[in-house]
């Protein structure tokens, strides 16, 4: 018939340029900028310091890999940053009153996972217009109530097993690092590997088959908040072991670290579109522009002119390279 | 001006995409006043041509006239100051503003720098009147039907002083009691001198208001001839190359005997039986679809309870739905019925693999390439992505995904609009067979015949609620009309 003469697309598998920049256009970019950046100060390219970076950017990376599966719901979750301050004052405080680091830890990852849970559910229930709404809110409460609860001080010296985990290493990979890797497997697993998974690509790809599919779309909706402000506690209790405290104003600005970490990484604000790998290649082009451009004395102030730059030619990039695929 | 010149004139147009010709070599043209009907199948390269003539896309060889002398068209803009007009399938209207404000779009009447809505809604009074439309130019676009909705778009082509009109299958969302409003419009803008080119999947109106017909298949002109002069028969042969077997063939063994699978009542009574095909009739807005995403648990509705196989079930919600076996192949595939940017393996399992935590890849992919064989669907491989695949592949993507989560009662609305004659035959044929197999089907459409041809009874619904039911021996299109506009039984 004839429509064998519409030109038929290539399968996603074809080994083509087009397709190999779509898959690896974050991480070629991530190793131009690790090129340059290397030519340019010899102390970048230096074990410590690449393990360093890591560091650097685990706890961004973790807060990215919640707001990617929010992200590819076409949703967005501004709440994550001040998630990350009430988590990371309440972690030590905890401790401080006498609770176990390993209890304080479990119950703080529960408390930023209900936390998300709420914003997931007044997005549903209320039937509030965007996701926008629900989480900016949350973003001023969690914020708010950080200071409240922390009078305003950071809460210091915190047992040395929990500061393990932001500070220490297993051998010679710093531990944030591992626990990066096993959220992501774990992340990497969920989205692609589970019917759950399929229904978050699903939702964000078209909503409306998705429920006339049978996913249960508001269920989904929350679980999907859930998981973003559980990766916000995770990424508290590494940025408190790092710096030996809790201090009320962490993650001030980190929700727009994530989703610029996300949307480097290929993600589309459309929905439908993102992967576990290319977040977290966007989570370490972050992390290796602000370690380089300190190795180069580069300030604070120019640092953010750069990193506001580089977000919007990522994604411009991106734009460009789908058009030329067609 | 030379009066014996075409309007339009498509000399020896040749394009391909990625060495793949789609058209070649195609004569067309457009004499002022003429309705010149352009059809083919999906893919026979009608909207590459229209492209070419509206100039989004540059041809590879050939020439356009426009009354006589060769031009070049640089784009769009050039089209349009030309004289050259679109009237969308997606309409291209911005819901918010007015009908007044839409026709004017990018072009309104400005005076001392302020927008001069007098006069913007007087001309729009002016145009829509002389179209014999009773619009309100103040009301909002969004609270218009989308028959309204499409003689705005043409109110803008004529105030823009469009003298070549394309449409591209303006009637596929219509029912025919709108079309009918459209084509008075077609038919007061032809005797103003305007050449309207006309795309439409739908034979009958193609005889009913155009003055030729041209017919493409596979980037090739086949046919060229005043409508008057050919026959259904003929056309059909031309678009798909041979006889086309009866397309609405045997009918299905009577099967009033059999068990009850779909029970509805309540203040809409409605029964469908086990390998029954049940159809749907009514004009726009009467509620056909309401009451399908209604049972399917996707709308709300109240007054009914739905029975499933004789037991009262209720239906909250699609997974309620879906798990007492009922599937909904809606109205709109490309925003309710699939997922356009996932793959076509994606599509099929989203429904029925869903009642276990991990993917089984292997047992899915199995089952897709399954459904892909029997159902004939065109795809270069499970990992395609559907937005690639024609309307009627497409729709068979809706289907395999339903037949692969096990579905029982099939609730169809409109499964073949916007579908070229070829696919729609397999899709009848699928249709068919999922009767033969024991399913319960309710289907709804705009097509009279389709429903004539299909269905063991027709139910025909005048605003929301059942106005009558015929059997397959009594439908006539009369007596369905006269049904659907309020008449009694």
């Known amino acids: 018939m004839s429509e064998a003469i519409r030109p038929a697309p290539k399968p996603r598998h074809v080994l083509s340029l087009a397709n190999l920049l779509r898959r690896f256009g974050p991480l070629l970019g991530l190793l131009i900028l690790c090129g340059a950046l290397g030519g340019a100060s010899d102390r970048f390219l230096t074990a410590d310091n690449l393990l360093n970076v890591c560091r650097q950017s685990a706890v961004n990376a973790l807060v990215s890999l919640g707001q990617l599966v929010v992200i590819i719901t076409a949703g967005i979750d501004l709440s994550v940053g001040s998630i990350l301050g009430l988590c990371c004052v309440t972690v030590a405080l905890l401790m401080h009153g006498g609770v176990p680091p390993l209890i304080s830890v479990m119950g703080v990852l529960a408390l930023g996972a209900a936390l998300g849970a709420i914003n997931g559910i007044l997005l549903t229930k209320l039937h509030l217009p965007h996701p926008f709404i629900p989480t900016l809110g949350m973003m001023n409460v969690a914020r708010g109530l950080a200071l409240v609860i922390s009078g305003g001080f950071p809460v210091s010296e915190l047992p040395s097993g929990f500061r393990f985990w932001g500070a220490g290493s297993l051998g010679w990979i710093p531990a944030p690092v591992i626990l990066v890797i096993l959220f992501s497997a774990a992340f990497y697993g969920f989205l692609s590997r589970t019917t759950i998974g399929r229904d978050i690509y699903a939702i964000g790809g078209n909503w409306q088959a998705a429920r006339l599919s049978g996913v249960p779309v508001d269920a989904r909706l929350v679980l999907v908040y859930a998981l973003s402000g559980l990766t916000a506690a995770a990424g508290a209790i590494v940025l408190a072991g790092r710096m030996n405290s809790g201090f009320p104003l962490a993650g001030v600005g980190g929700e727009l670290d994530s989703i610029a970490a996300v949307v480097i990484g290929g993600a589309s604000f459309l929905g439908g579109v993102g992967t576990v790998s290319g977040t977290l290649v966007g989570a370490l082009i972050m992390g290796v522009l602000r370690n380089g451009l300190n190795l180069l004395n580069v300030s604070a102030a120019w640092q953010t002119v750069v990193i506001g730059i580089v977000i919007v030619a990522a994604v411009w990039v991106d734009i460009v390279r789908q058009r030329a695929v067609g | ?489």
């Open chain 2, 1 to 489: 001006m030379n009066h014996s010149a075409p309007l339009l004139e498509v000399r020896n147009i040749s394009k391909s995409f990625g060495g793949i010709a789609v058209l070649e070599a195609v004569h067309f043209d457009l004499r002022a006043g003429e309705v010149h009907a352009l059809v083919g199948e999906n893919g026979a390269g009608k909207s590459t041509l229209m492209n070419v003539v509206s100039g989004v896309v540059r041809p590879d060889a050939g020439q356009l006239l426009w009354e006589g002398r060769p031009i070049q068209l640089e784009g769009p803009r050039h089209a349009r100051a030309l004289g050259i007009g679109f009237v969308h399938q997606e309409l291209a209207l911005v819901p918010q503003l007015s009908v007044a404000e839409n026709v004017f779009l990018g072009r309104h009447p400005v005076i001392r720098g302020f927008v001069n809505f007098r006069q913007m809604h007087e001309r729009t009074q002016r145009v829509l009147e002389h179209l014999e439309h009773r619009i309100d130019s103040h009301r909002p676009v969004a609270e218009l039907s989308l028959a309204e909705r499409q003689i705005v778009e043409i109110a803008r082509a004529v105030v823009f002083e469009s003298r070549l009109i394309i449409m591209d299958e303006p009637t596929a969302p219509l029912a025919d009691r709108d079309a009918e409003a459209l084509f008075r419009s077609i038919r007061l803008l032809r005797v103003r001198g305007v050449g309207v080119i006309y795309i439409s999947h739908r034979l009958q109106e193609i005889f009913e208001i155009s003055d030729r017909v041209t017919v493409l298949r596979d980037g090739q002109r086949v046919l060229t001839q005043p409508t008057s002069q050919v026959t259904r028969e003929e056309l059909v042969r031309a678009m798909i190359g041979t006889e086309l077997k009866e397309r609405l063939g045997s009918a299905v063994a009577s099967s009033a005997q059999a068990e009850e699978l779909l029970r509805i009542q309540g203040s809409i009574r409605l029964t469908v039986h086990r390998g029954e095909i049940v159809g749907l009739a009514g004009l726009a807005g009467a509620g056909r679809t309401r009451l399908l995403e209604w049972l399917f648990g996707a709308a709300r509705a109240a007054g009914s309870e739905v029975l499933v196989s004789g037991r009262r079930v209720k239906l909250r919600s699609p997974v309620d739905a879906i798990r007492q076996g009922l599937a909904l192949v809606p109205d709109d595939r490309k925003t309710k019925g699939l997922i356009l940017g996932a793959s076509v393996l994606d599509n099929i399992a989203l429904a029925g693999g869903r009642t276990r935590f991990w993917i089984r890849r292997s047992q899915e992919e199995r089952a897709a390439q399954q459904w892909i064989g029997s159902l004939r669907i065109k795809a270069a491989a499970v990992s395609q992505p559907v937005v690639y695949l024609s309307g009627g592949t497409q729709q068979k993507v809706v289907l395999a995904k339903w037949l692969f989560a096990g579905a029982r009662v099939f609730l169809l609305d409109e499964p073949t609009r916007g579908i070229d004659v070829g696919a729609k035959a397999e899709i009848y044929d699928m249709i068919r067979t999922l009767a033969r197999d024991g399913a319960a089907v309710l289907m709804a459409s705009s097509e009279l015949e389709e429903l004539m041809g299909l269905a063991d009874r027709i139910v025909v619904m005048h605003r929301g609620g059942i106005a009558g039911e015929v059997t397959r021996a009594e439908a006539t299109e009369e007596r369905i009309m006269h049904l659907a506009t309020g008449g009694s039984d």
